[in-house]
């Protein structure tokens, strides 16, 4: 079966819009899909001076930007179908283990969003003090370890239909973060810290073939969630 992004990439159009060689304006266009779209949702690459494709996860490094979809088909289509050196007029080599690294590297860079986050006093941690924030609507975001309780997790998002969850990290990764052996629950201060969260997580989920939303565990009352 002939996939979206196939159907799209299948002509040889290069990447020549002046929205993405000055990579000015809102908009940047996927080098796969042919689709204009908030920096938010995608990945920018470079190119090494040895031409080896580099993620720009931050989209700071210098040199001509190319932009994919944060999508795990998008990702494998632009491997397959040669988009990165049609992109860059030129031979491209392109890491193998390229997934592994786009998707360990936006986890480091939730880690470190929640560690500033905590230095901030705009995140706490521990179920009473996450429950705390969440009945005073301070929290605009949750975050949960992946391996927690579920009964727990369900407990603690009680009448908070409409508050975004982020459940990826491990307890003990958690922890790490907050300089404590293990983490259940995180709460994070509405605000721009959270919407980057939400932002970083939904990169995450795409590239891992994750669908955001995802249900909650209690299926009686259902949370809209970004599914790390």
């Known amino acids: 079966m002939t996939s979206e992004a196939d159907r799209n990439d299948a002509g040889p159009e290069p990447d020549t819009g002046p929205e993405n060689d000055s990579e000015r304006g809102p908009l940047r266009r996927c080098i796969v899909t042919r689709d204009r779209g908030s920096p938010d949702g995608m990945i920018r690459f470079v190119l090494s001076p040895d031409r080896v494709l580099t993620p720009d996860l931050a989209a700071r490094l210098p040199g001509r930007g190319m932009w994919l979809s944060a999508r795990g088909d998008v990702l494998e289509t632009a491997r397959k179908r040669g988009a990165f050196a049609r992109a860059a007029r030129g031979p491209v080599t392109i890491p193998p283990d390229l ?28 179920y009473t003090k996450a429950r705390e924030w969440i009945t005073a609507r ?13 009964d727990e997790r369900a407990r603690l998002l009680s009448g908070a239909r409409d508050l975004p969850v982020v459940a990826i990290m491990t307890g003990q990764r958690l922890g790490a973060v907050f300089g404590r052996d293990h983490v259940g629950h995180v709460a994070v201060a509405a605000g721009a810290l959270a919407q980057r969260l939400v932002a970083e997580n939904g990169r995450y989920a795409g590239l891992a073939g994750e669908a955001a939303p995802v249900r909650r565990d209690d299926p009686t009352d259902r949370l809209e969630q970004a599914g790390l």
């Open 99 to 126: 997934a592994i690294m786009l998707q360990d590297g936006l986890l480091h860079r939730i880690a470190d969003l929640l560690g500033f986050a905590r230095r901030a006093g705009q995140a706490v941690s521990g």
């Open 138 to 150: 301070k929290a605009g975001l949750v975050v949960q370890a992946s391996d927690g309780s579920a």
